[in-house]
């Protein structure tokens, strides 16, 4: 089960899947993006649309453009 839940006072959408855990991403107005805030304090840029399509993929042979 993946929940995903909007966090509007933090402008967060939390994300909790079965494969990764649970994970807080904020939007990135120059990317368009929703970023993992974890990766963007190391440096990196995890986004949620790559971590749903990588986790679609794994699961379900699904290939996601999103």
């Known amino acids: 089960t993946w929940v995903l839940n ?3 006072p933090n402008r967060q959408i939390w ?4 494969i ?3 994970r807080r991403y904020e939007y990135d107005p120059d ?10 304090e190391n440096g990196g ?4 649309s790559n971590a749903i399509a990588q986790e679609f993929q ?3 042979g699904i290939e996601l453009h999103l």
Do not use: H
Not at 31 to 38: A, L, N, P, V
Not at 45 to 48: A, I, K, M, P, V
């Open 6 to 8: 909007k966090q509007t």
């Open 15 to 18: 994300w909790s899947s079965p």
């Open 20 to 22: 990764s855990g649970p």
């Open 31 to 40: 990317s368009s993006e929703w970023i993992y805030t974890r990766s963007a």
């Open 45 to 48: 840029d995890e986004t949620l």
């Open 58 to 60: 794994e699961i379900y």
